[in-house]
């Protein structure tokens, strides 16, 4: 059974510009979130989707935005992009997001801005 | 709000060592408890989920035990090796609303030296 993948692994990007990354998650699941990770702060949730709806939020500004696609695929987008953005986004999927369910990661896509 | 706290920050043992890493969350209402491990520049890897009903869960070296009245679990690994190095991360999950979001721990870094 495949894993969580993501892509890409790494993006460089200059400050300003925009980003979408992509997860897909293990084939069944349909609770796909996302996280940042940075040294500073740690690992901090953004969002969480099921079923193209997003439930939950974490304290992010309105730059950080994602979709969930009918196939569960995940999309995370992040606007106007700013120098502490730089981190190690990665995604989780689980098969409902609230049971007692055991969550999986992908590898994680590198951000660097400049 | 949900605080974790992983203690130690570092920890440094010989080949062989029994070891045990802390994990305390302020508050007791969790719906489970993941272990996980990150070696660097990489993704999460799962090693242990404890449900609130359960003390404990092992797999091969590692136990890992919940205590939710005292607000505490550690992650025991037994005879441990050189590839058991990496940054061991614990995670609570609030249940209820909060939809795939856990709350990390800022981790302990292992190095197990031969």
């Known amino acids: 059974k495949a894993g969580v993948t993501q892509t890409p692994r790494y993006l460089i990007k200059t400050r300003g510009q925009q980003v979408t990354l992509s997860c897909s998650p293990i084939s069944g699941h349909r609770s796909v979130s996302w996280y940042q990770q940075t040294p500073g702060q740690g690992l901090q949730f953004l969002f969480e989707?099921?079923?193209?709806?997003?439930?939950n939020k974490g304290n992010f500004p309105g730059r950080f935005s994602g979709r969930q696609f009918s196939n569960s695929r995940s999309e995370m987008n992040v606007s106007t992009l700013e120098l502490g953005d730089s981190a190690l986004y990665l995604c989780a999927s689980s098969l409902a997001g609230y049971l007692s369910e055991e969550q999986f990661f992908g590898p994680g896509t590198r951000l660097t801005v400049l | 709000k949900q605080e974790v706290t992983q203690i130690p920050a570092a920890l440094s043992v010989p080949e062989g060592e029994n070891l045990v890493l802390n994990c305390s969350f302020t508050?007791?209402?969790?719906?489970?408890l993941q272990w996980f491990r990150q070696d660097p520049g990489k993704g999460l890897t799962s090693l242990l989920l404890?449900?609130?009903?359960?003390r404990e869960q092992t797999s091969g070296r590692l136990n890992a035990s919940l205590d939710k009245s005292s607000g505490r679990s550690t992650l025991y690994i037994a005879a441990s090796q050189p590839g058991d190095s990496a940054t061991y991360l614990c995670?609570?999950?609030?249940?209820?609303?909060?939809?795939?979001?856990?709350?990390f721990g800022q981790g302990t870094i292992l190095t197990v030296h031969p």
């Open positions: 989707y099921f079923s193209e709806t997003q439930r």
């Open positions: 508050d007791s209402a969790i719906y489970n």
């Open positions: 404890i449900q609130s009903s359960q």
């Open positions: 995670a609570a999950y609030a249940g209820g609303t909060s939809y795939g979001k856990l709350t």
